[in-house]
């Protein structure tokens, strides 16, 4: 049935076992208090704790004897387990922050054969936290995926990848094997490997997409958990969601919300990006920490240029700003940013903000799905107009006519795609609106490095 | 005192809003041209609706016009309550 999912191996039924209590607590890792940006490997690490990065994934052995054994009767628990889950506040790390105990909880109550997708199609250019999460700790990530399935009453789980992210495929490939040599109690899992495009890691474009259809987001009238894949309740989570699973399975609600705040509980994953000594350094944050001690832990010596935060379709945020802010739910609101998909790239002095933003639009446009009006013609339009403007071809006039076009664009996608990109553009014109002045004043860019700072990969001609 | 039936209740006067699919959305316009006072058009000629509640029996004839018109049946008619984009809030 589930068109683009195939089969990774032929992992064995899932034992029934009798009904147990749910939560045990194996070791537990430290306490959280004083943690800082922590790395791979750190001992106050949550989900990155563990083996040093070079020593690549951690094998199912490994895994075991560091965290235990999920509890047993897992599938006969599920009632346990969704209320742990309930319990945690634990809210999607992959851009949209949703509860995952209401996401479960609905698909389960929708009806018969719910399906699982695990998504761990990173489609930010710059973030890797999801890939490396998935290349060095594969088996936190599935033992979640199988805590999540046995919570939904599924026994399918499909593993969903970017087809160019032939590493994380691999990891996950590699850590199957190893499961189901070793008998784990598992659902069965499939593997959707999508084409390479900005949108594909969208709900609805994965859901899509494992059914057999194109990696495009849909115009929903449900939502996926009540009608998704071959009209099967779907709940697509992402890798670091269901990660968090396989820790609040085994150590319980009340550990993991030590982590976070209490509004906003649980470690979260950050990659770092852009200028800084070490682009693409992943890292836990385990307690609220300033963004600037985060950058630092990058290789960043001060404060830069600006940052922006949540992805290429998040929000700006001058550097001296965002440097003291908490990289966190509540005080990046507050600031005018989102936590989005946890990415923070950097931009240097040296950096022209206005042609790295048309730089991002151009990618972003040219990343639509070409499905709905608004976004294809709109986001080329502001595209077009902020190169105009980051040339210093473009008039006051010009700057109110793309606030225009920015102001007609949310709520208008299939999906929230120009959303997304108007506010990020939005954002660019009020953090740098001396700069915005500057270059409508005709006045040469003080800034002569004008090639564009963060990664755009090519554009993948393909959506299937 | 009862109640009328469910189905009459809702033949009678439940107020309905127009929903719009804009992956269909081709910008004919046709709609606009109709239920002017609920669809309008953008910049790019596409539609843009507006999604609050019609209970106004005229309005309500038009903005069932508009949605028979459109070539590409991107409009609904929805009987409120029912979330008009349910899918942006949570997927």
């Known amino acids: ?464 | 005192m009862s109640d009328p039936p469910a189905s009459e209740r809702a033949s009678k006067a439940a107020p309905v809003r127009i929903r719009l699919d804009p992956t269909r959305c081709a910008g004919h316009g046709i709609c606009a041209l109709i239920s002017g006072e609920r669809i309008g058009l953008d910049g790019w000629g596409f539609a843009v609706v507006d999604p609050t509640e019609i209970g106004e029996a005229n309005l309500r004839r038009r903005a069932r016009r508009a949605v028979a018109a459109c070539p590409r049946g991107a409009l609904s008619l929805e009987e409120v309550p029912g979330p008009s984009r349910t899918g942006a809030a949570w997927r």
């Open chain 1, 1 to 464: 049935m589930t068109g683009n999912a195939v089969d990774v191996a032929g992992a064995p039924a899932r034992p029934q076992g009798p009904s147990e209590a749910g939560v045990h607590g194996a070791a537990r890792p430290g306490p959280a208090p004083g943690a800082g940006p922590c790395p791979v490997g750190h001992p106050r690490a949550r989900l990155l704790a563990g083996p040093g990065r070079e020593e690549g994934a951690e094998a199912f052995e490994v895994h075991l004897r560091r965290l235990g054994a999920l509890p047993d009767g897992l599938p006969s628990d599920a009632a346990g387990l969704a209320e742990v889950i309930e319990a945690s506040g634990l809210a999607g790390r992959g851009g949209g922050g949703f509860g995952v105990a209401r996401k479960l909880r609905a698909a389960r109550q929708a009806g018969i054969r719910p399906l699982l997708i695990v998504n761990a199609a990173e489609s930010e250019p710059a973030s890797g936290k999801d890939g490396a999460l998935c290349e060095l700790r594969p088996h936190v990530v599935l033992d979640g995926a199988a805590v999540a399935a046995a919570v939904l009453g599924t026994d399918e789980a499909v593993l969903y990848t970017h087809r160019g992210a032939t590493g994380v495929a691999r990891a996950l490939r590699e850590a199957v094997r190893e499961r189901s040599a070793a008998g784990s109690a598992d659902p069965r899992w499939l593997l959707a490997a999508a084409p390479d495009r900005y949108v594909a890691g969208e709900a609805s474009a994965a859901a899509s997409f494992v059914s057999g259809g194109d990696a495009r987001p849909r115009f929903l009238t449900r939502p996926l958990a009540l009608a998704g894949v071959d009209g099967r309740p779907t709940v697509v989570h992402n890798a670091e969601t269901v990660a968090h699973l396989a820790l609040l399975a085994r150590y319980g609600a009340e550990w993991w919300r030590r982590a976070g705040t209490p509004a906003h509980p649980g470690s979260r994953l950050v990659t770092v990006a852009g200028a800084v000594g070490a682009p693409g350094t992943v890292l836990e944050v385990v307690e609220p920490t300033p963004i600037g001690a985060l950058l630092s832990a990058a290789g960043a010596a001060g404060p830069p240029l600006a940052v922006l935060v949540g992805g290429y379709a998040g929000r700006w945020l001058a550097g001296d700003t965002a440097w003291l802010t908490d990289f966190e739910p509540d005080a990046l609101r507050a600031a005018g940013a989102t936590v989005g998909c946890g990415l923070l790239a950097v931009l240097g002095h040296g950096a022209c903000p206005l042609t790295e933003t048309a730089g991002l639009a151009s990618y972003l446009a040219g990343e639509s799905a070409g499905q709905c009006g608004p976004c294809v013609f709109g986001l080329a339009d502001v595209a077009e107009s902020l190169h105009e403007l980051a040339e210093g071809r473009a008039g006051r006039r010009d700057v109110t006519r793309l606030r225009r076009q920015l102001e007609a664009l949310p709520g208008r996608g299939g999906c929230n795609h120009p959303d997304g990109v108007a506010a990020m553009v939005s954002s660019a014109l009020e953090v740098f609106a001396d700069e915005v002045v500057r270059h409508t004043r005709g006045r040469p860019c003080p800034r002569p490095d004008r090639r564009g700072a963060f990664p755009v990969p090519p554009r993948c001609a393909e959506w299937r």
